[in-house]
């Protein structure tokens, strides 16, 4: 499971997103992710391209690629199934 943390504009955690999203959380106590950016990585996990994740959540493709790129740096990681794969496994973080 990954619990990764919201930020809050300011950049603080504002707490686990286990309420605030309807699947189980990912377990990454040191990664802090904005709620958008966990829920871009979930439907990265369900295999979606961009284009079909900018559809889902309703924003421009570009936007996605934005928050793919956050999520990877953030997760130091060099592809999706990476990021995704350490975000279920934070021993690999």
Known sequence: MLNLYLESPSGYP????????????F??????LSR?????????????????IAQRIVVEQGT???HVHN?????????????????RNPAGI
């Open 14 to 25: 504002t707490g686990s997103i286990q309420h605030a999203l309807a699947r189980p959380p």
């Open 27 to 32: 377990r990454a106590p040191s990664i802090s």
């Open 36 to 52: 958008r950016e966990v829920e871009v990585l979930q439907l990265i996990e369900e295999g979606l391209t961009n284009r079909e």
């Open 64 to 66: 996605v690629k934005r």
């Open 71 to 87: 999520i990877l740096s953030k997760l130091n990681a060099r592809n999706r199934a990476e990021a995704v794969a350490k975000a």
